[in-house]
């Protein structure tokens, strides 16, 4: 299998054992379906990962497109999603999401 051209990581906020989750996962059910589901109807080259908490609680939900190193907050929608997709097509950050 080939490596992916990119990585999407998607905070799921699993912690070592006792300390509480935070909101991220609570937040993002289904997405990591809608995600794959986009990925593979935009022909794009991404490997979706679900990952431990990304410490950006506070602006959670948060996904991290790599190699570009993009984080983005608030991704708590469809609409959010897309427009972070849109941008990655585009070559550029969706901004209202960009965390700076």
Known sequence: MALPERQILVCQ????KGD???????QTDGFLQYIEEEILDRGLDVQVVATGCL??????????IQPE?????????TDAI????DGLEDGEP???YLIE
Do not use: T, Y
Not at 69 to 77: I, L
Not at 82 to 85: S, V, Y
């Open 20 to 26: 509480p989750k935070g909101l991220c996962h609570k």
């Open 94 to 96: 969706a901004a209202d």
């Open 55 to 64: 410490k950006q609680c506070e602006s959670g939900p948060v996904m991290v």
């Open 82 to 85: 897309d427009a972070i997709l």
């Open 13 to 16: 906020s699993f912690r070592a």
């Open 69 to 77: 190193n993009w984080w983005f907050k608030g991704v708590a929608s």
